[in-house]
C-alpha cells in the first residue's frame, strides 16, 4: 500500500492509531509497545534508556500527553508528515506533535517522531 491516492481522512485514520499507541507506550514508559511502528533507523536512535530518560523527563515537566488535534498533513512522494496540536496534563498551553510516516514493506512505519 503507498500514499497516492489516498483521502487525508484516509491518511489520518491511518496515523491517529499509530501516534495513540505511541503516546501509549511514552505514558507507560513500555518501549516495545512505543517503537511498534519505528523504522529500523529510527529503532537505532531509541534505545530503551533513551525512551526512559526522555519520557521521565517529559512527565516531570509537562505530565502526560492530553487531548490531540489533527492540523496538517505534508505530503511527499515517499512519505506523509502529520502535525497535530498537542496538550500536556501539566505544561498549559498548545504544542506540536509531529510524525513522519514512511511505507517499508507495505506497512507504515514512523521514521521520525517529536513532540514540542
Not at 489516498?6 to 503516546?23: C, E, F, V, Y
Not at 512505543?34 to 530518560?53: G, M, N, S
Not at 519520557?55 to 505534508?74: D, H, M, N, T, V
Request: net charge negative; charged share 25%; glycine share 6%.
Amino acid at each position: 500500500m503507498s500514499f497516492d491516492g489516498l483521502s487525508d481522512k484516509q491518511l489520518w485514520d491511518i496515523a491517529n492509531p499509530i501516534m495513540d499507541n505511541l503516546m501509549d507506550g511514552s505514558t507507560e514508559i513500555d518501549h516495545s509497545k512505543h517503537c511498534r511502528d519505528f523504522t529500523q533507523r529510527l529503532l537505532d536512535i531509541v534505545t530503551p534508556a533513551y525512551l526512559d530518560k526522555v519520557c521521565q523527563k517529559y512527565q516531570a515537566e509537562k505530565g502526560f500527553f492530553s487531548e490531540r488535534e489533527p492540523i496538517a498533513l505534508l505530503k511527499r512522494p515517499d512519505s506523509i508528515a502529520c502535525i497535530w496540536k498537542q496538550y500536556f496534563t501539566k505544561a498549559p498551553g498548545e504544542h506540536v506533535a509531529e510524525m513522519v510516516l514512511v511505507n517499508k514493506g507495505g506497512r507504515f512505519l514512523v521514521d521520525h517522531v517529536m513532540v514540542f
